[in-house]
């Protein structure tokens, strides 16, 4: 695929950050080799004094990719030269379409009409060189340059450096073609209009781009501190709310979560990484697992890149090796949408048997999330892939379908999911208002609309079931999300501590936002015994605790609900899960849960 560039391009960005963008830094490492931009030569990496950018880039859409003849199943990627650039682009007469209306070898093409646009076809470095010469980038990381591709040796020592090439780059460019102008009237000014969509539809975009779907530029873009999005007509600079708390921006999956992953103290987790990448692709099967080790990679002390390593036991290491490391990879809940269906969410890591307690079925939480083991537990993933968990204490619950969840048998039509997300909507808009209904004085139905909302807005993930012990008030019910449904689970002692960013308005425009306060959530592991094996079980989702008050003036969340003692109020992970499990002793000996 061939793609356009628009030089006269239009920012999305509610506020001129061009200044702060040209007086980044980065950090002090240098790759082995850049390009320098004046002359597009690569030079080793030393001679860039005041730092270096990186490109993050869909490969197919660098040229046209040509499969092999001599049954490799390797692909070739050839450049004829018919990427364009196009000069003095006019945004009210010079229309940019898709390329289903002209041909299948553009992503987008630009229809000149008036006198001044002029279209000139360029290969991809030509077209690279000038982008980075418009937004005054000096040097640059470009992998398809600066790794000698037909060097086995020097490619794997430059892939193990990556997630240091990325996080050390004074910010990233990511090429996104699909982005382009869809409202005129947004950049009539220089700074387009307060209110304007065209934020959101930039990132509605590149969630539909070839670029979001690939594993490698997931790690690229979580091992950058601040990206440019360059579209066909549009640019976007994103940077992380978390480290950067001066400058207002909007919030977004960039600012919010995915940028800067790892280097905000020990906020790097397991379940935020799987979060995307269970639904990403490679070229080649074994770069989602190497794209993955460069995203942990405080978690391998040696990185081994080998093509010719079984697919099947490449996934099994690294995925034994991280729950191992991070029990996180227990927080996930159902991928399905209120009707049943899986929308965006289609698992790519389906075919390499890998067992329930690695989030397959489901998505991963897509916020930090640390954990902490009751004293009396103790985990290991032995080599066929089964995680053992011994504790002698655990719940073992009754759970009911909730009517609105994906496992209700009440007929839902095509606009069902539009309805629940309307729902969700209201009711946060309330809570923002501080309008929030007082949980003691409402009744069930109400009180799992409220737990609907809260879980979808903290976890992103919604309620598909609900405890609620018999005799007890409706305000100590709880919600689950779980990937099976079933009517009895056993909960883990495994306290699941999630650390949900609030925001603060800091102008009149209505998006831009500073960091405000975190609010520390709780999840427990739910797992249920096999249908097919006794002595079995499957990790099937999370039990959600709550939210943790942020003073003993609010209302304090019933730690203890199932436990039948006084409420404690604390912030200590090791003192919540203690009190939680407090009175479900269940004998002298262990119990082993052995979940494939």
């Given amino acids: 695929m061939y793609i356009t560039y628009c030089r006269n391009q239009s920012t999305v960005n509610l506020k001129d950050k061009t200044d702060y963008r040209l007086n980044l830094t980065g950090g002090d490492y240098r790759p082995t080799w850049l390009i320098r931009v004046s002359d597009w030569k690569k030079v080793p990496g030393e001679e860039a004094v005041h730092g270096y950018h990186t490109i993050s880039y869909s490969w197919e859409q660098s040229g046209k990719v040509v499969p092999r003849n001599d049954g490799s199943g390797e692909y070739d990627l050839i450049d004829h030269g018919k990427h364009c650039i196009v000069e003095d682009y006019n945004l009210y007469y010079d229309g940019i379409i898709n390329s289903t209306l002209k041909d299948d070898t553009h992503v987008t093409w630009c229809q000149p009409e008036s006198e001044g646009a002029r279209i000139r076809d360029v290969t991809y470095n030509q077209l690279l060189q000038q982008?980075?010469?418009?937004?005054?980038?000096?040097?640059?990381?470009?992998?398809?340059?600066?790794?000698?591709?037909?060097?086995?040796?020097?490619?794997?020592?430059?892939?193990?450096?990556?997630?240091?090439?990325?996080?050390?780059?004074?910010?990233?460019?990511?090429?996104?073609?699909?982005?382009?102008?869809?409202?005129?009237?947004?950049?009539?000014?220089?700074?387009?209009?307060?209110?304007?969509?065209?934020?959101?539809?930039?990132?509605?975009?590149?969630?539909?781009?070839?670029?979001?779907?690939?594993?490698?530029?997931?790690?690229?873009?979580?091992?950058?501190?601040?990206?440019?999005?360059?579209?066909?007509?549009?640019?976007?600079?994103?940077?992380?709310?978390?480290?950067?708390?001066?400058?207002?921006?909007?919030?977004?999956?960039?600012?919010?979560?995915?940028?800067?992953?790892?280097?905000?103290?020990?906020?790097?987790?397991?379940?935020?990484?799987?979060?995307?990448?269970?639904?990403?692709?490679?070229?080649?099967?074994?770069?989602m697992i190497f794209a993955l080790k460069n995203t942990f990679s405080d978690m391998f002390d040696e990185m081994e890149i080998n093509y010719a390593a079984d697919i099947k036991k490449t996934f099994h290491d690294f995925y034994r090796h991280i729950g191992t490391k991070d029990l996180s990879i227990l927080c996930f809940g159902s991928a399905l949408l209120p009707d049943g269906d899986r929308g965006e969410y289609q698992s790519t890591v389906q075919n390499y048997n890998l067992p329930s307690w690695t989030g397959v079925a489901g998505k991963h939480i897509q916020i930090p999330t640390f954990t902490t083991i009751h004293h009396q537990l103790t985990h290991a993933i032995d080599d066929t892939m089964k995680m053992h968990i011994k504790t002698k204490r655990y719940w073992e619950i009754d759970i009911t379908p909730y009517e609105g969840g994906c496992y209700s048998s009440i007929p839902r039509d095509d606009k069902y999911n539009g309805k629940v997300g309307s729902q969700i909507v209201r009711i946060n808009m309330a809570s923002a208002k501080r309008d929030r209904k007082d949980m003691g004085s409402v009744d069930k139905n109400t009180i799992l609309e409220e737990y609907l909302a809260t879980l979808n807005t903290t976890t992103c993930l919604l309620m598909t079931h609900y405890h609620h012990r018999q005799g007890d008030p409706a305000m100590l019910l709880r919600p689950l999300s779980l990937t099976e449904d079933c009517k009895k689970c056993i909960i883990l002692p495994i306290l699941l501590t999630f650390k949900h960013a609030t925001h603060q308005e800091v102008e009149m425009n209505g998006n831009n936002v500073i960091l405000g306060e975190y609010d520390f959530g709780f999840c427990l592991p739910v797992v249920r015994q096999s249908t097919t094996c006794k002595n079995r079980y499957k990790a099937i989702g999370v039990y959600y605790v709550g939210i943790a008050p942020r003073s003993k003036v609010d209302s304090p969340i019933q730690w203890n609900h199932l436990v039948g003692i006084q409420d404690v109020f604390t912030y200590e992970p090791e003192e919540i899960v203690n009190s939680l499990f407090e009175n479900d002793f269940h004998s002298n000996e262990p119990k082993e849960f052995i979940i494939e």
Wanted: hydrophobic share 35%; glycine share 4%.
């Fill in 131 to 287: 982008l980075c010469k418009d937004f005054q980038v000096d040097y640059v990381w470009y992998d398809k340059l600066c790794i000698n591709q037909s060097d086995s040796k020097a490619k794997s020592y430059e892939i193990k450096q990556m997630h240091k090439i990325y996080r050390n780059a004074r910010y990233t460019i990511v090429m996104i073609p699909e982005a382009v102008r869809i409202d005129q009237e947004d950049f009539q000014q220089k700074i387009i209009r307060p209110h304007s969509d065209a934020p959101d539809q930039v990132i509605d975009a590149i969630m539909e781009s070839s670029w979001w779907k690939r594993s490698w530029t997931l790690e690229e873009v979580m091992m950058s501190k601040n990206i440019l999005i360059v579209g066909t007509d549009i640019n976007f600079f994103q940077h992380s709310l978390h480290t950067t708390e001066e400058l207002p921006t909007t919030v977004d999956l960039f600012s919010n979560i995915l940028l800067d992953f790892g280097s905000r103290g020990n906020n790097g987790t397991v379940n935020q990484g799987l979060a995307f990448a269970h639904f990403r692709t490679s070229t080649k099967s074994h770069d």
